[in-house]
């Protein structure tokens, strides 16, 4: 995944971006109505938005 990110540019990483943190969003909507089966989804995205800003920033 983090090879995958080094190679976007910057506009592709602020999608990414967008879309991780819409996602996060919804996931911890599902969590706090107790639907979201698998918990560790969060901690897969909040990582994915890390890795982008992280990239953002070198950038």
Do not use: G
Request: positive net charge.
């Amino acid at each position: 995944m983090l090879m995958e990110l080094k190679n976007k540019t910057k506009t592709e990483l602020h999608r990414i971006l967008a879309e991780s943190r819409d996602k996060l969003r919804d996931l911890r909507f599902k969590d706090s109505d107790k639907q979201l089966k698998n918990v560790r989804e969060i901690r897969k995205i909040r990582q994915v938005i890390a890795r982008a800003l992280t990239l953002l920033n070198i950038k």
